[in-house]
């Protein structure tokens, strides 16, 4: 019954920007790793994005280092991903999940635990 519903995808040009929104439900964000995935057709899923919410500690994967921001609302119970300078190549499915809680040491991908359905973005040329 935890739901986690990400909103925000949509269609842009390259260079233009989205903003990310994963609503939890049933689950409490606080105090856990968040993170941001997304995968391309034929591509293994790959991390873009992860936050221990309280802000302790960041990762952004390489190609969007400089460009997106993982950030969080605790009063929404919401995780967002701010992506800013848009590629062609950042075009993907983009999932939200959420690590066990308490757990500070940064996660491999099978360690989370819950995910949401995803939210497509697509980047033109």
């Known amino acids: 019954q935890v739901q986690l519903v990400e909103s925000g995808g949509g269609s842009v040009p390259a260079g233009g920007s989205l903003r990310l929104a994963c609503a939890a439900s049933r689950l409490t964000i606080s105090n856990r790793y968040m993170g941001w995935f997304r995968q391309a057709p034929g591509r293994e899923r790959e991390e873009v994005a992860t936050l221990y919410t309280g802000g302790t500690s960041t990762f952004y994967a390489e190609p969007v280092k400089g460009r997106f921001t993982i950030s969080e609302d605790n009063d929404k119970n919401t995780v967002y991903l701010q992506m800013n300078s848009l590629k062609p190549e950042d075009t993907a499915m983009y999932y939200c999940?959420?690590?066990?809680?308490?757990?500070?040491?940064?996660?491999?991908?099978?360690?989370?635990?819950?995910w949401g359905q995803g939210t497509q973005v697509t980047v033109s040329s």
């Open positions: 999940s959420a690590g066990p809680r308490w757990v500070s040491r940064p996660l491999n991908i099978r360690e989370y635990n819950y």
